[in-house]
């Protein structure tokens, strides 16, 4: 790669990074699983970084993220040391502040592919059909994922409207 190339990536890298990390860190729920998979997915960026440099790069490391996060996931599951974490019975509903710790926690217990999609469509703003692209799969199933995954929010909330909360969360 040229000077030039190496320049756009590392602008590229530069300007997104920070949004990267927090995309991979709600896709695992893990700080230093996060930066791991960022540098997956931008060592994975530079070695295409001829072909995605012409197109928006930034829909294809989401999806390097996502996909190395549910391949990550589904091998310490074969391997049975996926930590478990379980919402309280009752939330604390004193404060946003427990309502986030709630969700945070929900949101790391939901299998990977419906975690992907909140993140993508709720955090990341993505529409349906933006997030269907960048997991590789229809726009039903990130109907239906992302249903199932605001009912389980929504039980560990108490049953208040998720999608607003989720959008603060990272506020």
């Given amino acids: 790669m040229s000077s030039t190339e190496d320049d756009g990536f590392a602008a590229f890298v530069a300007a997104r990074g920070t949004s990267l990390l927090r995309v991979a860190y709600l896709a695992c729920g893990d700080e230093g699983e996060a930066e791991d998979l960022l540098q997956t997915a931008l060592e994975r960026t530079y070695q295409n970084w ?24 589904r091998r310490r599951a074969i391997l049975r040391i996926i930590p478990m974490h379980t919402p309280p019975e009752l939330p604390v509903r004193e404060t946003d502040v427990d309502l986030r710790h709630v969700l945070m926690d929900t ?20 529409s349906e059909t933006q997030t269907a692209e960048v997991l590789g799969c229809s726009a039903g199933t990130v109907k239906s994922q992302a249903s199932k995954a605001l009912a389980k929010l929504r ?14 969360v990272h506020a």
């Fill in 107 to 126: 949101l790391r217990a939901l299998p990977p592919r419906q975690r992907a999609v909140v993140v993508l469509r709720y955090w990341e703003d993505l």
């Fill in 50 to 73: 001829d072909r995605v440099r012409y197109d928006d790069p930034e829909p294809y490391i989401r999806r390097v993220i996502v996909n190395t996060s549910i391949s990550r996931a």
């Fill in 155 to 168: 039980l560990a909330s108490g049953g208040e409207s998720v999608k607003g909360v989720i959008r603060n």
